[in-house]
């Protein structure tokens, strides 16, 4: 896809099989290598703990080979496995909102500092800026996988998350793959009583995705967290890594841990086009 930065103005579910049968020999060792890089910063590998990288990257059936669009990917935590499994063989996109104004610029200026200084690592990765109201990320049909990480619900709140699936399912191939995860809510809660929480309904997402063209091919519990009572006084951001409490219960909520997540895998069906 060769893309360099540039401004352009995602059922019933199948049991979740494990992806290392699917996976081509050699993958597994070289996601292994980019997971121990030694890029990494400590603070992301301390979070492997709740985020299941390895797991979560061979559900989604990301393979070296491929070339990968990153939705906002924020600092850039799955961006330093990704673009250096992908570098040689792949190509690894990150799509980030233009023009990006407080968190998300700062997250930007970071992940293309990241980029800068390490090129060895980073040098073949790219950055697609894209108007989140009517969003595209790359020619139609070019990407293998599309990957987002904890995002939905900033989308459900802004109104856009329809367009952004919509534009998912345009810039993958027929067959592609997109995978989701995000912050679970609890069973029977609806999106408007969750909406500020930071958690979705699984329902909700899977409707966004269905509506837009996809199949549901999988779920997985790879992300669940059963100790997560989804009652907090900040919502999801009371939980770390954020601890918006700061010392307030610090000790309970480090105890709980990181979010309890939906983790979904869409197919965009082979005769799309």
């Known amino acids: 896809m060769g893309m360099a930065t540039s401004p352009s103005h995602a059922q019933q579910a199948m049991p979740h099989q494990p992806a290392a049968a699917s996976v081509p020999p050699g993958s597994a060792s070289r996601l292994d290598a980019a997971i121990a890089g030694t890029w990494r910063t400590p603070t992301n590998r301390a979070r492997d703990l709740y985020r299941h990288p390895k797991a979560t990257l061979q559900f989604f059936g990301v393979q070296a080979n491929q070339t990968v669009v990153e939705i906002i990917p924020g600092g850039g935590w799955y961006t330093e496995i990704l673009a250096p499994l992908l570098r040689d063989r792949g190509h690894y996109i990150a799509a980030v909102e233009a023009p990006a104004g407080g968190e998300a610029k700062r997250d930007d200026d970071a992940l293309r500092r990241k980029f800068a200084a390490?090129?060895?690592?980073?040098?073949?990765a790219h950055v697609v800026e894209f108007d989140p109201k009517a969003p595209v990320f790359g020619p139609p049909g070019s990407a293998d996988r599309v990957l987002t990480f904890r995002n939905v619900h900033n989308w459900a709140e802004a109104g856009t998350a329809?367009?952004?699936?919509?534009?998912?399912?345009?810039?993958?191939?027929?067959g592609g793959v997109l995978g989701v995860t995000d912050h679970r809510a609890a069973p029977g809660a609806t999106l408007d009583a969750v909406m500020s929480s930071g958690y979705l309904p699984t329902d909700y997402v899977i409707k966004l995705a269905t509506d837009a063209g996809f199949k549901l091919e999988g779920q997985s519990e790879i992300n669940a967290n059963p100790k997560d009572t989804k009652d907090y006084p900040k919502g999801v951001w009371t939980l770390p890594p954020t601890l918006t409490l700061g010392n307030q219960d610090r000790a309970k909520y480090l105890a709980i841990g990181e979010s309890d997540r939906m983790t979904l895998r869409f197919v965009k069906p082979a005769a799309a086009h």
């Open 118 to 124: 390490n090129p060895a690592e980073y040098g073949n």
């Open 162 to 174: 329809e367009a952004m699936f919509k534009a998912f399912f345009a810039v993958l191939r027929p």
